[in-house]
């Protein structure tokens, strides 16, 4: 297994470790977790933790990417692998957000269905023997969303306090840009066909 491959089994972990910290009960084991003040904004030191870990995990995703095209270490493996921890990561924190109430439920419901879609669309490529790399709006998407749940997990600060939802709006546009690009999937998908 090379480097970018590590890189993304890696972000797969970490994002187990996020989903840990963000769904375990700390206070039925008598932890109770501080809470800060920030201009009036109440945040939770948990979210602040797993923020810091997702951007890790983020990271990952532009560094396994990069070092792969840069030894020409990109394989086929590779690109299946990169798709899916990206999905586990970005999937997980939607969730996580929509059932803390952060993000509206319609958000995960759209950006996941997409996924399966362009998931299923894909692995009938692969049958017929074409791997399908990422697509530019499928790029933009991702970008868009990581930096906007990023932001979530840090209460939007600084923009939250003159009152700019950068993080809404982020998470917003990624979910536009996921129809998008499914779109743009299924008619690559089409002409093979």
């Not at 990952?60 to 586990?88: C, M």
């Not at 269905?113 to 499928?138: C, H, P, Q, Y």
């Not at 600084?158 to 499914?182: Q, W």
Request: glycine share 6%; aromatic share 12%.
């Amino acid at each position: 297994m090379n480097v970018p491959n590590r890189l993304t089994i890696l972000r797969i972990m970490l994002t187990i470790l996020i989903i840990i910290l963000c769904l375990f009960p700390f206070y039925s084991i008598g932890i109770i977790l501080p809470k800060f003040n920030i201009g009036g904004i109440v945040v939770e030191s948990i979210y602040f933790i797993s923020g810091i870990i997702f951007i890790i995990a983020a990271f990952t995703d532009y560094l396994d990417g990069s070092i792969a095209r840069r030894e020409n270490l990109v394989t086929d493996t590779g690109k299946l692998l990169d798709a899916i921890a990206d999905k586990v990561l970005v999937n997980s924190v939607l969730i996580i957000f929509a059932v803390r109430g952060f993000i509206p439920t319609f958000v995960p419901v759209i950006y996941i269905f997409r996924d399966e879609v362009v998931n299923a669309l894909k692995m009938d490529l692969l049958r017929k023997g074409k791997v399908t790399a990422a697509i530019s709006s499928g790029k933009i998407k991702t970008a868009s969303m990581m930096i906007g749940l990023g932001l979530m997990f840090f209460y939007n600060l600084p923009f939250e306090l003159i009152n700019l939802k950068i993080a809404d709006f982020l998470i917003y546009f990624a979910t536009i840009m996921s129809v998008v690009s499914g779109i743009e999937y299924y008619n690559m998908w089409k002409k093979v066909k």
